[in-house]
């Protein structure tokens, strides 16, 4: 294999990294029912501001305001967020982190 080839193998995989006071979160499924178990149409969907974080910027892993890590479980205000098309997956999202409102957490 060349070394062009390999290069170009190498280089067509990517990855998403927020930078800045930013984190990466995929959204969780938009809901097809209600909690009362009412089956929703296709084209009603219960829009959803939760997700899960995939990456955290630099700057925010660094900074102890910010109690938010990757894989932690998120309520976020989707207003400025902004979708990242990768993949074909229009779930993701780099959302700046003051737009992160809670984190859930297990109670001990």
């Given at each position: 294999m060349s070394e062009d080839t390999s290069k170009r193998k190498a280089s067509s995989f990517e990855t998403v990294e927020p930078i800045g006071k930013r984190v990466l979160i995929r959204k969780d499924e938009d809901k097809k029912q209600t909690k009362?178990?009412?089956?929703l149409p296709d084209k009603i969907e219960i829009p959803t501001i939760t997700g899960r974080v995939v990456a955290v910027s630099a700057e925010v892993a660094s900074d102890t305001n910010y109690p938010i890590e990757?894989?932690?479980?998120?309520?976020?205000?989707?207003?400025?967020?902004?979708?990242?098309?990768?993949?074909?997956?229009?779930?993701?999202?780099?959302?700046?982190?003051?737009?992160?409102?809670?984190?859930?957490?297990?109670?001990?």
């Amino acid at each position: 294999m060349s070394e062009d080839t390999s290069k170009r193998k190498a280089s067509s995989f990517e990855t998403v990294e927020p930078i800045g006071k930013r984190v990466l979160i995929r959204k969780d499924e938009d809901k097809k029912q209600t909690k009362s178990g009412i089956h929703l149409p296709d084209k009603i969907e219960i829009p959803t501001i939760t997700g899960r974080v995939v990456a955290v910027s630099a700057e925010v892993a660094s900074d102890t305001n910010y109690p938010i890590e990757q894989y932690d479980r998120v309520l976020f205000n989707p207003k400025e967020a902004i979708p990242v098309d990768f993949e074909g997956d229009n779930r993701l999202f780099v959302v700046p982190v003051e737009n992160v409102v809670a984190v859930f957490r297990k109670a001990n």
